[in-house]
């Protein structure tokens, strides 16, 4: 009778320890999701050349550096509007997540883009979560060879 005790409070600590793991895998997930979700506007200016599209992504103290042809550029969130605008749309442009990590409220991001504007891109992005919405705080990025 001991032993069936035991072997069932083992199977009741389990269980609790197993749900306490899927519901850190749902709170991953959904933190997930919700940083793939703030990325989403600025993925579609690459097509569409929207430079609002792309402004609303980033807080308003965000800043962009990164270099085009070996020329580097260093920016605000304010002034990269007007070059994905200038841009102008890249319909056929394709775009790859590599990895997002998050940390709390605290998320970075790599995304690839192939054919934006006839360069291939590497973009990494600093995200912060405040008042329960992700946006991104900064970016640094580079232009491979042109496609």
Do not use: C
Request: proline share 2%; glycine share 8%.
């Amino acid at each position: 009778m001991k032993t069936l005790t035991v072997v069932f409070l083992s199977l009741i600590a389990l269980n609790g320890f197993a749900q306490e793991v899927v519901n850190q895998d749902k709170k991953s997930f959904d933190a997930y999701q919700e940083v793939v979700k703030a990325l989403h506007p600025y993925i579609q200016s690459a097509k569409t050349g929207d430079g609002k599209l792309s402004r609303s992504a980033f807080y308003a103290h965000a800043h962009v550096v990164g270099s085009v042809d070996g020329t580097v550029y260093d920016l605000t969130a304010d002034q990269f509007e007007g070059i994905v605008d200038e841009g102008g749309p890249s319909e056929n442009v394709r775009h790859h997540i590599a990895w997002i990590d998050i940390s709390g409220p605290a998320a970075a991001a790599k995304v690839e883009f192939y054919d934006w504007s006839g360069f291939r891109f590497t973009d990494f992005f600093v995200l912060y979560k405040k008042n329960g919405k992700w946006k991104i705080s900064g970016k640094v990025y580079d232009s491979h060879s042109r496609n």
